[in-house]
């Protein structure tokens, strides 16, 4: 059972298209990061959110945590083709000092 | 500030060798972990040191090992290679950023078993 559920796994789009990516789980996490990796690359971290009800903006991407703190979601407006590559969630929960991550959403995004 | 570094970036190697992979933090991280990537099994934790010592360890047998130097910098040993073992390896390194812990990953180490 993955403690933190991505979703959608697969995303095909056009560009100008907007989507959202979600990750949920059942537990609590103390802070929540979003990742992405390009092909052959190491994953580069996009954004930390710690507060429940926290929203981040980073240009096209707007990041929220849940109230809770049990989940996140990544918006991208106007999507491009840079926007492309593999986004992955990864939280940490209180104490654990380890990072649990999602399986990742493959997103596409056709010129 | 330097990111992770990671060396070798690909490396090919037969069943049945081992190998040797290195890693360097961020200066001043403490924390270096190592995950195997696989398109069939995704991201999966290895193990993390830190300050030295192996703080948590994933489910890989003992052919997967590791080790953390004084200066941080670790390296990872994979005995007996098999077919299975090609993945991304990849290193990260993790600090604190106003409080709140940030983990950084490096390029990733290709493996290829022959």
């Known amino acids: 059972t993955q403690l933190l559920e991505q979703s959608p796994q697969f995303l095909s789009i056009q560009e100008g298209e907007n989507l959202t990516v979600y990750c949920n789980s059942s537990?609590?996490?103390?802070?929540l990061q979003w990742y992405r990796q390009e092909p052959g690359e190491g994953p580069v971290l996009l954004v930390t959110?710690?507060?429940?009800?926290e929203v981040k903006k980073l240009k096209r991407l707007t990041f929220q945590f849940g109230d809770a703190r049990k989940d996140s979601s990544l918006h991208i407006t106007a999507a491009q083709p840079g926007d492309t590559g593999l986004y992955l969630c990864?939280?940490?929960?209180?104490?654990?000092?380890?990072?649990?991550f999602g399986q990742g959403t493959r997103l596409t995004i056709n010129p | 500030k330097a990111g992770v570094t990671q060396t070798p970036r690909y490396l090919i190697k037969t069943r049945g060798q081992q190998v040797t992979l290195s890693c360097s933090p961020i200066?001043?991280?403490?924390?270096v972990s190592w995950y195997q990537q696989t398109p069939g099994q995704g991201l999966q934790f290895l193990f993390e040191?830190?300050?030295?010592?192996?703080?948590n360890k994933g489910n890989f047998p003992g052919r997967f090992s590791g080790r953390q130097f004084s200066n941080s910098r670790s390296e990872m040993n994979v005995s007996t290679l098999e077919l299975g073992d090609s993945a991304l390896y990849l290193c990260?390194?993790?600090?604190?950023?106003?409080?709140?812990?940030?983990?950084?990953f490096g390029p990733g180490t290709r493996l290829t078993v022959t």
């Open positions: 990260a390194s993790r600090g604190t950023v106003a409080g709140t812990y940030e983990q950084y």
């Open positions: 537990s609590v996490f103390s802070s």
């Open positions: 990864a939280g940490e929960r209180q104490g654990a000092q380890k990072l649990v």
């Open positions: 200066s001043g991280h403490r924390s």
């Open positions: 959110v710690v507060t429940g009800g």
């Open positions: 040191y830190f300050s030295e010592t192996q703080r």
